[in-house]
C-alpha cells in the first residue's frame, strides 16, 4: 500500500494487487476510479484480474487515500491529473500499462493515452464520457442552478441518495449495496468535491481521440450513444461492447463480465491466453 511522496505536490495513494505467478513478468494493468469515487470501488474486479496482470489502482489527488497536502481552493486541471498518473507509472517501474478508466477516470485515460502514447499499451474506457452531457448535469442538479449547488445543499449522501434513483444503478441494486456506496461516497470532502464538479462541468476530449494509438476498448450502456458515435468516428483503432442495460455504473453491479472483458481484450494484445 504505497504512497508516492514528491515536492510541491499532494501525495498519492496507490494499492497493488498481484496474485501472478512469481516467475512471469507479469504486465501491469492500472484501475482508475471516477468522480467522487476511490480505488475501494474497484475491488469486485481484483479477484478477475490480478492472477494475470498487476493491477495498479490510483487513488486520484483530493479522493480515498490522496488527500495530504492536496488543497481543493487550488482547482482542478486535467495537466495536473495526467502528470499524477505518469508518476504513479513510474513509481511501479513499469515502462507501458494497461490503462482502464471508469466513468471520469476514462475520460482522463482518453488525454494520457494522447499525449503519452508510449505510456498506453491498451486503453480501456467504461461508461467513459468524451464531454458530460448537458442532460447528465441537469439530472445531477436535483432542480438546482448547477449540481454543484445541489452538493452543496444536500450533502453527498442525500445527493448520491437522489441521484442513483435516476439513471446509475438498476432499480433492483440491494439496498445494501446502495448504502455501502452513498456512505461510502459521503467520506470524500464536499469542497473537493464541488471543486472537481467544475472540472467535470466543462471538459470534452473530442479533439484528443484522433491522436490516440493504442488500441480502445469501450464498454457503454444502451444510454450513451453519442459518446460511442463520437469514439466511432474519431479513434482509430476501436472495438465497442454495448451492454444491454440502461444503468450508467453497471461495471459495479456487474463486474465479472466487465473485468472479463477487459482482461481478454488485454491478453489478447499481451499474446496469451488467460486460462488454466
Known amino acids: 500500500m504505497p504512497y508516492l511522496k514528491r ?11 498481484d496474485y501472478t505467478d512469481p516467475w512471469r513478468n507479469a504486465p501491469y494493468l492500472l484501475l482508475q476510479h471516477g468522480f467522487g469515487r476511490s480505488s475501494v470501488f474497484w475491488y469486485r474486479w481484483v479477484p478477475y484480474l490480478s ?9 486520484m489527488r483530493g479522493f480515498g487515500r ?21 508518476a504513479v507509472i513510474d ?23 494522447a499525449e503519452h502514447p508510449e505510456r498506453i499499451r491498451t ?10 452531457h448537458r442532460k447528465v448535469q441537469d439530472n445531477y442538479a436535483l432542480g438546482e442552478t448547477s449540481w454543484m449547488e445541489a452538493l452543496r445543499k444536500h450533502g453527498i449522501r442525500k445527493w448520491a441518495e437522489e441521484t442513483n434513483k435516476i439513471s446509475r444503478f438498476p432499480r433492483d441494486a440491494s439496498p445494501g449495496f446502495l448504502d455501502w456506496y452513498n456512505d461510502t461516497l459521503a467520506r470524500t470532502d464536499l469542497e473537493t468535491l464541488i471543486t472537481f464538479s467544475k472540472l467535470c462541468a ?3 476530449k473530442t479533439e484528443f481521440l484522433p491522436r490516440i494509438e493504442a488500441p480502445v476498448l469501450g464498454i457503454y450502456p444502451r444510454s450513451r450513444p453519442e459518446q460511442v458515435e463520437l469514439l466511432r468516428s ?10 444491454e442495460t440502461d444503468s450508467f455504473m453497471f461495471y459495479i453491479i456487474y463486474p465479472r463480465v466487465c473485468a472479463q472483458t477487459v482482461l481478454q481484450f488485454a491478453a489478447q494484445h499481451d499474446g496469451f491466453a488467460c486460462v488454466e
Not at 7 to 17: F, K, Q, R
Not at 51 to 59: E, I, L, S
Not at 234 to 243: A, D, E, P, T, Y
Request: hydrophobic residues 40%; proline residues 5%.
Open 7 to 17: 515536492p510541491g505536490g499532494p501525495d498519492l495513494y496507490y494499492e497493488v494487487d
Open 51 to 59: 492472477r494475470y496482470y498487476r493491477v495498479v489502482r490510483p487513488d
Open 66 to 86: 490522496s488527500r495530504e497536502g492536496f488543497d481543493a481552493s487550488g482547482g482542478y486541471s486535467f495537466a495536473d491529473l495526467v502528470e499524477d498518473i505518469v
Open 91 to 113: 513509481a511501479t517501474g513499469a515502462e507501458r500499462v494497461h490503462y482502464c478508466g471508469e466513468a471520469f477516470g476514462g475520460t482522463l485515460g482518453m488525454r494520457v493515452a
Open 123 to 132: 486503453l480501456n474506457l467504461v461508461s467513459a464520457p468524451v464531454f458530460l
Open 202 to 204: 466543462t471538459y470534452d
Open 234 to 243: 474519431h479513434v482509430k483503432r476501436l472495438s465497442i461492447v454495448n451492454m
